[in-house]
């Protein structure tokens, strides 16, 4: 079922409600002359509540509403936030360097605003030995403690033990600090390539003058090298 307003024609009751094109309300009306008001002025009629007894309608530019709610319902999808939970596994025995690594990805995780749920895995005799996994876990937890805490406590699950870290920082509030970030980067670079356009035309400027003088000196070689008396000589041979 189509989810639209009926406009004009489409409302098909004896009596409306009507709303003028400012919001002021008109009251009471037959169809037919809100029809007629809303065509004077080159407006749709929209019923904006269909519910009502009699069914509220409006007199506006059907098109242009289309578009800014459109507008708006764009900006709201692009402004939600969804958090996500991701997911990193460790090994009981893992070596420092992959643990550096492991816990760069869930620093970046949780500074995104997500949750992250750490899974460490078991194998054979490790199985008999679960204060290991407890004790790498808690080390994790203290190290991004200034980003997020722990959401579920470690737990054993077969193999596995699982714990979720949660973040302080609210999705939201991480999408408009990335946001804000990204502009500031923006900005730099255009600041940027305006200093470096300024600074070629300095140098032109430089390589400019530096080259005039290069001529008058040159001029000024030649001008010494001939005798004084050297235009008048040849004057009076010829």
Same mark, same amino acid.
């Given at each position: ?57 409006? $007199?506006?530019?059907?098109? #242009?509403? &289309?578009? *800014?709610?459109?507008?708006? /319902? =764009?900006? !709201? ?86 714990? $979720?870290?949660?973040?302080? #920082?609210? &999705?939201? *509030?991480?999408?408009?600090? /990335? =946001?804000? !970030? ?57």
């Amino acid at each position: 079922m189509s989810t639209e307003p009926r406009i004009n024609d489409r409302i098909r009751v004896p009596e409306v409600r009507l709303v003028g094109p400012n919001g002021e309300q008109v009251g009471i009306v037959s169809i037919q002359d809100a029809l007629r008001l809303a065509q004077e002025q080159d407006l749709d009629l929209v019923e904006v509540a269909a519910t009502a007894r009699p069914p509220v309608v409006k $007199v506006m530019d059907y098109g #242009k509403y &289309k578009y *800014e709610s459109a507008l708006k /319902a =764009r900006e !709201a999808r692009k402004n939600q936030a969804h958090t996500v939970i991701k997911e990193m596994k460790l090994r009981p025995k893992i070596d420092p360097h992959d643990y550096e690594t492991k816990k760069g990805h869930v620093v970046r995780f949780l500074k995104a605003g997500d949750k992250v749920k750490i899974t460490i895995m078991f194998r054979g005799r490790e199985q008999s030995r679960p204060e290991l996994g407890r004790r790498l876990l808690s080390k994790l937890a203290e190290d991004v403690a200034e980003l997020g805490f722990v959401e579920f406590a470690p737990k054993q699950d077969g193999r596995n033990m699982i714990m $979720v870290l949660g973040p302080h #920082k609210k &999705k939201t *509030e991480a999408m408009a600090e /990335a =946001r804000a !970030a990204k502009e500031e980067r923006k900005a730099g670079l255009s600041g940027r390539d305006t200093e470096h356009a300024e600074s070629a035309e300095l140098v032109e400027g430089a390589e400019a003058a530096d080259a005039v003088e290069v001529v008058e000196q040159a001029e000024a070689v030649v001008a010494a090298a001939v005798p004084a008396g050297a235009d008048q000589a040849t004057e009076e041979q010829s």
